[in-house]
Nanobody, 124 residues
Framework: QVRLTESGGGLVQAGDSLRLSCAAS????????MGWFRQAPGKEREFVAGISWSGGDKLYADSVKGRFTIFRERAGTTVDLQMNSLKPEDSGVYYC?????????????????WGQGTQVTVSS
C-alpha cells in the first residue's frame, strides 16, 4: 500500500493563493493517475482535479476550472495543486489520492490509496 502525504494547507483570505503538494512513498504510483478531492464540513467528499500518469491529461471540477492547476512530472511521485483566486467555498480538507488507473479520473472509487488530508480555510 502506498502512503500519500499532503502538505501546504493553511488559512488564507479570499483571493489569495495556496499550493498543495502530495508525496508518494513508493515509485509504483509513477504508472498511475493521481487526484485531489476535498470535503467540507457536513458535505460529501468531492472531486477537485485529476491527472494522468504522464501529466499530459488533466481533469477539473467545474467549480475550480481556470483557478486551480494540477501538476506532476511525467511518471513522477509528487503531485501539486496550485490554487489561485481562492473563495470561502473552497474551504475544506483536501485529500490526495492515487488511482488504480493510468488515466485521470473523477471517480473516487478509482482511487484505492488516500492521504490523511490537509486543511484549507479561506476567510471572506
Amino acid at each position: 500500500q502506498v502512503r500519500l502525504t499532503e502538505s501546504g494547507g493553511g488559512l488564507v483570505q479570499a483571493g489569495d493563493s495556496l499550493r498543495l503538494s502530495c508525496a508518494a512513498s513508493r515509485r509504483t504510483v509513477s504508472n498511475n493517475g493521481m487526484g485531489w478531492f476535498r470535503q467540507a464540513p457536513g458535505k460529501e467528499r468531492e472531486f477537485v482535479a485529476g491527472i494522468s500518469w504522464s501529466g499530459g491529461d488533466k481533469l477539473y471540477a467545474d467549480s475550480v476550472k481556470g483557478r486551480f492547476t494540477i501538476f506532476r512530472e511525467r511518471a513522477g511521485t509528487t503531485v501539486d495543486l496550485q490554487m489561485n483566486s481562492l473563495k470561502p467555498e473552497d474551504s475544506g480538507v483536501y485529500y490526495c489520492a492515487a488511482s488504480r488507473r493510468a488515466i485521470a479520473s473523477t471517480t473516487a472509487v478509482d482511487y484505492p490509496s488516500w492521504g490523511q488530508g490537509t486543511q484549507v480555510t479561506v476567510s471572506s
